[in-house]
């Protein structure tokens, strides 16, 4: 999930960066101006998929998914908890990450 973030990040910050500003103060007022990849240290991964759609990064079946789908397994396996997710569900789980964002 890391590596899917950090290329959303790296996609966004490629963005012209008044424009992913202005679309990011929307989704959260409080959020410092990104200048650097370091900037999104802050920002929550659910607001982040919802800038990266804003700007057209990726449409908004994907970014469903990736919120839907991959963010929620990956909360799920990161909290403590007793759900542990079988190998099936983890290669789709990859699968989907690669497909939407590495291909």
């Known amino acids: ?6 290329k ?8 012209k960066n008044g424009y992913l500003n202005t679309e990011l103060k929307k ?15 802050y ?10 759609c804003n700007v057209k990064v990726f449409d908004k ?4 998914e990736l919120k839907n789908t991959c963010l929620d397994l990956r909360n799920r396996c990161s909290h403590p908890g007793s ?3 079988k190998g ?7 699968e ?3 497909g939407m964002l590495y291909e």
């Open 43 to 52: 920002i929550k991964d659910e607001f982040l998929l919802d800038v990266a």
């Open 61 to 64: 079946t994907i970014k469903e």
């Open 88 to 94: 099936q569900k983890i290669k789709a789980y990859v």
């Open 8 to 15: 959303i990040q790296k996609k966004c910050i490629a963005v």
């Open 27 to 41: 989704i959260y007022p409080k959020a410092k101006d990104i200048k650097v990849i370091e900037d999104f240290e």
């Open 83 to 85: 759900y542990k997710p």
């Open 1 to 6: 999930w890391s590596a899917a973030i950090y």
């Open 96 to 98: 989907d990450i690669i």
